[in-house]
């Protein structure tokens, strides 16, 4: 059996903290109702593929849907259908890409479907999870928040099906109760976050499953919340149950507009890391990471987990804009004298930047240690590409590159992970409304 694990589509940066106190990601572009597809080849592990795709979103007022449908014909055995991604994960029900109201952040938030930079809290526990890291079975999962001003919570369920992973951060601001009108200090929140697995790969018993549990407590302040300049801190502490503890404190800001020309956001964070803890444990990596089998892959989460040492590490994040025309995002962490520690995330964005052509492009690279590494193509790595160019209002010729990786079993039985290149040139259409 074989599963495509396609590139994950990070959008970086949001900062974790609630709606009302004034945080909002101010880099993505204003949000339409558009009409897409196309007709293009595919190439997968140099199998070429037809692929007819049909990809419109639709955004009435706080209400969004986003409709993903592509058939994939092999054109080696009579334009067969591959049916990979119809079996298992949401089915059919993968069509519809996600049903949501409102926007993360907002006073009420409900996201179903395929869920992106799914996080809790400020992301110590969980921290930009995704449920579609596997390509062929995505799931169909559930985000859900309320502010009431006073209190609220954030919710996330990996898989409305089984419920693989469900989490959730309850939060109150006690200066309310007493006098909401107390500036800054009515921003002060504390909150309390509880992440849930249960089926997990077993690090004990082959072909068995475990439970994983991480909870955790914090709090956040935004001490300015100006037109020109907003900023907070924030501490947390995390425990995985049956294994370690750690802690993190940081400091985040926003700079709307410069001049008009530009815009800039930063974060940094210091971590105390004790033994047997990852930081951002359910992260974007997550579902790939838990395919791995402890007692075949030395390098799966669980093992790294169980052979933590006590560290110090700090993670950083930069996002801005130019002239809303380019939107450069990226982040780093690593533990302080730990080799191969490195994670990056780099995203550039550059949709009308030359007219009539439409660039992007995401990499994501685990285990950096040198600049080799962070340049270097292997099963550590995903990348995603894409160039297009605007033939007229509504016609779009493109091609989008991937490097991403599959599991697979050979012929001995094995189960293997390898590098796997997809290349998809298609003749699109695309237009706003």
Do not use: C
């Amino acid at each position: 059996m074989k599963e495509v694990f396609r590139i994950i589509m990070l959008t970086l940066f949001i900062i974790s903290v609630a709606h009302t106190q004034g945080f909002r990601d101010i880099y993505t572009y204003p949000e339409q109702s558009q009409m897409a597809g196309g007709l293009g080849i595919t190439w997968i592990d140099d199998q070429p593929y037809t692929t007819i795709t049909l990809a419109p979103e639709f955004a009435l007022g706080k209400v969004g849907i986003g409709i993903f449908l592509q058939f994939l014909m092999d054109n080696q055995n009579n334009f067969k259908l591959r049916e990979d991604e119809f079996k298992d994960g949401a089915g059919i029900l993968r069509a519809i890409r996600y049903v949501r109201y409102g926007h993360k952040y907002d006073p009420f938030y409900a996201r179903a479907g395929t869920l992106e930079m799914a996080s809790l809290a400020n992301g110590f526990l969980m921290w930009n999870y995704t449920n579609a890291s596997n390509y062929d079975k995505r799931k169909w999962g559930l985000a859900f928040d309320i502010d009431f001003g006073k209190f609220g919570f954030e919710s996330v369920t990996s898989n409305l099906v089984n419920f693989e992973i469900a989490g959730g951060n309850l939060y109150f601001r006690p200066v309310r109760f007493l006098n909401p009108d107390i500036p800054i200090l009515k921003n002060l929140r504390l909150y309390a976050t509880y992440v849930y697995e249960n089926k997990y790969p077993s690090w004990k018993e082959r072909g068995e499953t475990e439970n994983i549990e991480a909870y955790g407590v914090g709090t956040d302040l935004i001490f300015l919340d100006t037109p020109l300049l907003k900023s907070g801190v924030y501490y947390d502490y995390g425990q995985l149950r049956n294994f370690g503890h750690g802690q993190a404190t940081g400091i985040n800001a926003v700079v709307p507009e410069i001049f008009g020309l530009m815009a800039l956001s930063a974060k940094f964070e210091k971590r105390w890391l004790g033994k047997q803890f990852i930081a951002n444990f359910f992260g974007p990596f997550y579902d790939l990471d838990r395919e791995l089998n402890p007692f075949e892959y030395p390098e799966s989460k669980i093992n790294l987990l169980q052979s933590a040492e006590e560290h110090e590490g700090y993670f950083g994040e930069l996002a801005g804009h130019i002239i809303n025309r380019i939107t450069l995002r990226g982040n780093y962490q690593r533990l302080n004298g730990v080799k191969g520690s490195g994670i990056i995330h780099v995203e550039a964005l550059a949709p009308n930047l030359v007219p009539k052509f439409e660039l992007r492009g995401w990499y994501d690279k685990r285990g950096i240690e040198t600049f080799k590494d962070f340049r270097t193509l292997d099963n550590r790595s995903l990348l995603a590409a894409q160039v297009g160019y605007r033939l007229n209002f509504f016609l779009v010729v493109s091609t989008t590159y991937y490097w991403y990786w599959v599991k697979e079993v050979n012929e001995s039985g094995e189960t293997v992970y390898r590098p796997l290149e997809r290349v998809e040139p298609r003749l699109s259409f695309s237009f706003q409304f």
